[in-house]
């Protein structure tokens, strides 16, 4: 006797609308079984049979609907641990650039980040290069940077609030620097941070970063580490946009890539693209009634 598998589908619509909210939820064979999340926004839906994200897009771009898509078997949608890279995902920005810019060599330090998000180079290697080119770099810049250039993006603290407030642990772990993720934990409510550390001597940078490197096997250990008392990895929702974060990305029992390079959206669960960081909630079955404001 075979066991019958349920898919929840969560479909999240870029911009809140009566007509095209309409036509998404068409795809649902019965339509008494939509779940409405977001009024004209975000809706699920279950089914018995393993459904096609390939023909659910299909049908989306062809009726001009542009969503977001999760398809869920796991029976435990809301998760245990929120955890998060920072640049591009938790903040618009790269930090890094951003501290290139002040150094007068953000054209080059970019190219280099490109690579590495792409995983055409290994992220340490990377990291260090980059940092190289910051030496002489004052401190003070850091403080600047972070005030003038760093935006924290769209649903961040909504996302963090909420699943704290629903008992989660939440967790930042960035290829990026301590001085940065402590402010962006601090603001959005994470309850803890990790990231590399910029070597300064008098407060000027030295161009070193101390070691080890958190790259992609330290966020993969550290998803691993906070949810051993959690039930396992499947506990944990996992984001990011860069190759560093994909072994994250993969051993989480929801892995989202954001706004990611191809090599991370092809190989992740599920993907947001098209809206923001509160579609992690939609897909975990929150609605937005329990959302928190911030």
Do not use: W
Request: charged share 25%; with cysteine; net charge positive.
């Amino acid at each position: 006797m075979s066991i019958s598998i349920q898919y929840t589908i969560t479909i999240v619509l870029a911009h809140r609308s009566a007509k095209k909210f309409k036509i998404a939820t068409s795809l649902a064979e019965n339509l008494s079984q939509i779940r409405i999340l977001s009024e004209n926004k975000a809706f699920e839906y279950s089914i018995n049979k393993k459904p096609f994200k390939s023909e659910i897009k299909h049908m989306l771009q062809t009726n001009e609907v542009q969503a977001d898509i999760s398809i869920s078997s796991d029976p435990l949608r809301k998760k245990k641990l929120l955890i998060c890279d920072m640049d591009s995902t938790l903040i618009e920005q790269e930090c890094i650039d951003e501290l290139a810019d002040f150094a007068g060599v953000k054209m080059l330090v970019s190219k280099i980040t490109e690579s590495a998000m792409n995983g055409e180079i290994n992220f340490e290697e990377a990291l260090i290069k980059r940092v190289r080119l910051l030496k002489n770099l004052n401190i003070s810049v850091l403080k600047k940077c972070f005030q003038e250039r760093i935006t924290i993006n769209k649903g961040a603290k909504v996302l963090c609030q909420t699943m704290k407030a629903n008992g989660a642990k939440t967790a930042i772990v960035s290829g990026g620097f301590t001085f940065f993720t402590s402010k962006v934990a601090l603001a959005c409510g994470f309850d803890m941070h990790s990231a590399n550390e910029l070597i300064s001597v008098n407060g000027i940078l030295t161009g070193e970063v101390k070691k080890p490197i958190l790259g992609r096997t330290a966020k993969l250990n550290t998803l691993n580490t906070l949810t051993t008392d959690l039930g396992g990895s499947l506990s944990a929702l996992a984001i990011g946009d860069g190759a560093n974060d994909l072994s994250m990305i993969k051993a989480a029992g929801l892995g989202i890539a954001y706004k990611a390079k191809q090599i991370v959206a092809s190989e992740a669960q599920c993907e947001i693209k098209y809206t923001d960081l509160t579609s992690a909630l939609y897909f975990q079955g929150y609605s937005e009634r329990e959302f928190i404001s911030c």
